[in-house]
């Protein structure tokens, strides 16, 4: 079975991130992967996605360009790849910044106001990793067990202290 996802956002919401935290999802899972980052040259602020392929097969291309699974962080994100998620696939948006109406009735979609969810929890930045626990909820794609164990190893040394509002994140995505 191969899952390809698409992260979408702005430069700074930790698109790249979250992306990576996937990646390793798969390794942690001994599955093919690829992750490609795509940003524009103005970092924070500009554009940004994330190409993400998790399979048990190898992978034939790092690019995806129809996802199984979308994740809009903004509204330009959601109005320029909607259209492009595979029938029956899966959106998650966080619907604090992006009005998640769509004609489509061959997918699902969950809008999640994760970057609410972050403030009033006092995880600046979380809204990210929030919509993970959406997605590993709402999909199974994988366990709470397996996302830690990414969390733990994408997390570099010097901000150890914030895997517990990771964790913390992941349980609020998982729980809404």
Request: with cysteine.
């Amino acid at each position: 079975m191969t899952n390809e996802i698409l992260l979408a956002g702005f430069g700074g919401q930790g698109v790249l991130f979250a992306g990576k935290i996937l990646a390793y999802c798969g390794l942690m899972d001994n599955k093919e992967l690829s992750w490609l980052p795509s940003y524009g040259p103005e970092m924070r602020g500009g554009t940004c996605n994330c190409s993400v392929c998790i399979s048990d097969e190898p992978v034939g291309s790092p690019l995806v360009l129809t996802p199984d699974i979308l994740i809009a962080m903004n509204q330009p994100s959601f109005d320029k790849f909607i259209g492009t998620v595979k029938p029956g696939g899966t959106v998650f948006v966080d619907s604090t910044l992006v009005d998640c109406s769509c004609d489509r009735t061959d997918i699902k979609i969950f809008g999640i106001p994760s970057s609410q969810l972050a403030d009033e929890n006092e995880l600046k930045g979380g809204s990210n990793i929030i919509l993970l626990g959406k997605i590993i909820k709402e999909t199974g794609i994988f366990s709470l067990d397996t996302m830690k164990k990414a969390i733990e190893k994408v997390v570099p040394p010097a901000k150890a202290a914030l895997i517990a509002n990771n964790f913390k994140a992941i349980e609020l995505g998982m729980n809404s």
